[in-house]
């Protein structure tokens, strides 16, 4: 069974900083593309960054300048690095993969348990 695994959420005060950690375990042969995205209630899912297993990243507009994604592609992890936070940062952020597991040719997209970050005073 393969499973994305979030930590790092939590309360922090506007202008703090977190750091979001997603780990991949199971028969895994490769993962593609990882990402974060984040949700609201009553607000549909929306991206925040993703990473390409080169390198190559995306972000939204909101969080350009602020957050930082990173991967390490030999420990199936990624990082999301949240400075500057602000109030509307408040959400749950889900971890996304796109993950090849032992015995298939197609990569499923599995999604994390999701993490609350709470920016509040």
């Known amino acids: 069974q393969v499973q994305l695994v979030e930590s790092g959420g939590g309360l922090v005060q506007p202008g703090g900083s977190l750091r979001l950690a997603c780990a991949a375990s199971?028969?895994?042969?490769?993962?593609?593309?990882m990402g974060w995205y984040r949700q609201v209630p009553g607000k549909q899912r929306e991206l925040v960054a993703d990473?390409?297993?080169?390198?190559?990243?995306n972000y939204a507009n909101s969080v350009k300048g602020r957050f930082t994604i990173s991967r390490d592609n030999a420990k199936n992890t990624v990082h999301l690095q949240m400075n500057s936070l602000a109030p509307e940062d408040t959400a749950v952020y889900y971890c996304?993969?796109?993950?090849?597991?032992?015995?298939?040719?197609?990569?499923?997209?599995?999604w994390g348990q999701g993490t609350l970050v709470t920016v509040s005073s």
């Open positions: 996304n993969a796109g993950v090849m597991v032992v015995g298939s040719y197609r990569y499923l997209q599995l």
């Open positions: 199971g028969s895994i042969v490769t993962i593609n593309t």
């Open positions: 990473i390409t297993r080169g390198g190559s990243t």
